[in-house]
């Protein structure tokens, strides 16, 4: 963390590490009237993170982005983190300048929850920089408003997640594994993955966070414990991720192969580091993360 509002008393600053997250189950349980899906997951944060750096002062709201030429290519207007910093500003009836810098670590369009980590990082810096008097349960809206899973980066950690994905309960566990990601570097929209998963009706939720208390005094029973629904129609339309899935279920000391979100990442959780970074250089053509699950949120030192 670097902040130097107490030297300057003008020129504030803050560093914020924004995580990436795997979801540890997806379950698409019922289409809703509003077009979303009701969901059953469980959200665990992953040591791969994007840097927001924050700086107040200037006038309006300006975003850089390093580290991926195609989110650096794009109008700053629609970047998430750019129109989260005008909505708080806005609510709070605040006018003040903000400069964001985005350096992105963490593969776009990928189903690790990049982008929405990043604007909730704006928030909680912004919150903290300018003491802004903004109730929990206000700010957990506005990230709503922003994206779906917007409101788990708030607190970060383990959380079970239903409704859109913002009905969140945190888990106090610590999960003992390694994960390795395998990214592709293939684009799966997410409102086609929905489409394709076509959920008529309605299907009963299954266990998740049972599966997982059960794998921490068994690890062996995490395999089977955490389907995705997405797997089998992603899988149909983007074979290579199928495939990849298949390679990563091959790795010798797996104990569960599954995909995040809507892909296209796959992950594979592991007892130790070491059978987590062996497996990765099995990968050596995509990209690899080898870290651990379910670290609560921090602030980057610098
Ligand atoms: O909320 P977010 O902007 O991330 O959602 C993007 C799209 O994904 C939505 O417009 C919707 O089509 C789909 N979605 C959904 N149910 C959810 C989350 C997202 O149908 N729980």
């Avoid at 927001?52 to 983190?81: D, K, T, W």
């Avoid at 909730?120 to 922003?146: F, K």
């Amino acid at each position: 963390m670097n902040d130097d509002s107490g030297q300057s008393g003008r020129s504030r600053e803050l560093t914020l590490e924004a995580p990436a997250k795997v979801n540890l189950g997806l379950e698409v349980v019922r289409r809703r009237a509003d077009g979303y899906h009701d969901l059953n997951t469980i959200f665990a944060t992953v040591d791969l993170c994007d840097r927001v750096r924050l700086r107040i002062g200037g006038s309006g709201i300006r975003c850089s982005v390093s580290g991926n030429r195609q989110l650096a290519g794009e109008p700053v207007e629609q970047n998430l983190c750019v129109l989260g910093a005008r909505r708080l500003l806005e609510e709070c009836e605040r006018s003040e300048g903000v400069e964001i810098v985005l350096e992105k670590r963490i593969p776009i369009g990928a189903g690790l929850g990049g982008g929405s980590s990043d604007a909730a990082a704006v928030l909680r810096g912004l919150v903290d920089l300018l003491s802004l008097p903004i109730t929990d349960d206000h700010l957990h809206a506005l990230a709503l408003s922003l994206g779906s899973d917007v409101p788990f980066f708030l607190r970060g950690g383990v959380a079970h997640a239903e409704g859109r994905g913002e009905r969140l309960v945190p888990l106090d566990v610590e999960l003992p594994w390694s994960i390795l990601l395998v990214n592709p570097g293939l684009h799966v929209g997410t409102v086609e993955a929905y489409r394709l998963v076509g959920r008529q009706g309605e299907k009963e939720g299954r266990d998740l966070v049972g599966g997982v208390m059960d794998a921490l005094e068994h690890p062996d029973l995490l395999g089977g414990a955490l389907p995705n629904d997405f797997e089998g129609p992603v899988f149909a339309a983007w074979p290579e991720i199928g495939r990849l899935h298949g390679r990563v279920a091959e790795t010798d000391g797996l104990l569960h192969v599954g995909m995040s979100g809507s892909g296209s990442t796959i992950f594979g959780i592991y007892r130790s580091r070491e059978e987590a970074r062996r497996a990765s250089r099995l990968f050596g053509e995509f990209f690899t993360h080898v870290g651990r699950l379910g670290r609560p949120l921090g602030m980057a030192a610098d």
